[in-house]
Structure formats: structure tokens, C-alpha cells
Nanobody, 124 residues
Framework: QVRLVESGGGSVQAGGSLRLSCAAS????????MGWFRQTPGKEREGVAA????????VYADSVKGRVTISRDRAKNILYLQMDRLTPEDTAMYYC?????????????????WGQGTQVTVSS
């Protein structure tokens, strides 16, 4: 099992930036895939960005391409999500997830470990 703790959320104005962090502990070697997901009340959780350690594959949701960068510090076991040019549509609870995903890096149910989430609120 892997424990995930997110941080870095907050309130920003449209056009601003935030960097989310996810500290992982435990059996992290068993979880080569890590990703960021978000959810708003009444909606399904959706994938934002994810990365797979063995081959370095990185994927982004169309809604965030060009504005978001996912990165991973494997030495420190920290996953980052740099978000720029934020819009009110980015407002959501953001979750970090870990797993061993062979296909569908942005599919939530492919992941087994989840953090508690960090809230991002973007005002217009």
C-alpha cells in the first residue's frame, strides 16, 4: 500500500498559477503509475495528467493541454502538477493517485491508492 498526501491547493484568480504536490510513502516501487485527477460536486472524477515510470509516458486531458505539466521526483517520491493560466473551469478537488496501469492512464478506476485531495478554487 502507498500513502499519498496532496498539498498546494488554494484560491487564485483566473490567469494565475498553482503547483500541487503529492508526497508518496510506503511501497512506492509497486506503483509505477501516478496521476492527478479532479472532481467537482455531482460530477465524475476525471483524469487531468498522469505519468508512467517505466517508459516515462505522460498523458494530459485535452482540457488542460498546454497549461499543465506533470513531473515526478522519484528520489523524493513526490509528484507535482504545475498549473498555469487557470480558469474557473479548473475549480475542483484535486486528487493524487498511484497504481500499476497498463492502459488508460487517465482512467480513475485503474488506480488503487488515493490521497485525500486538495481544493483548487479559481475566481473570475
Amino acid at each position: 500500500q502507498v500513502r499519498l498526501v496532496e498539498s498546494g491547493g488554494g484560491s487564485v484568480q483566473a490567469g494565475g498559477s498553482l503547483r500541487l504536490s503529492c508526497a508518496a510513502s510506503g511501497n512506492t516501487r509497486s506503483r509505477p503509475s501516478m496521476g492527478w485527477f479532479r472532481q467537482t460536486p455531482g460530477k465524475e472524477r476525471e483524469g487531468v495528467a498522469a505519468t508512467n515510470a517505466p517508459d516515462g509516458e505522460t498523458v494530459y486531458a485535452d482540457s488542460v493541454k498546454g497549461r499543465v505539466t506533470i513531473s515526478r521526483d522519484r528520489a523524493k517520491n513526490i509528484l507535482y502538477l504545475q498549473m498555469d493560466r487557470l480558469t474557473p473551469e479548473d475549480t475542483a478537488m484535486y486528487y493524487c493517485a498511484a497504481g500499476s496501469v497498463r492502459a488508460g492512464l487517465l482512467v480513475p478506476w485503474a488506480y488503487v491508492d488515493w490521497g485525500q485531495g486538495t481544493q483548487v478554487t479559481v475566481s473570475s
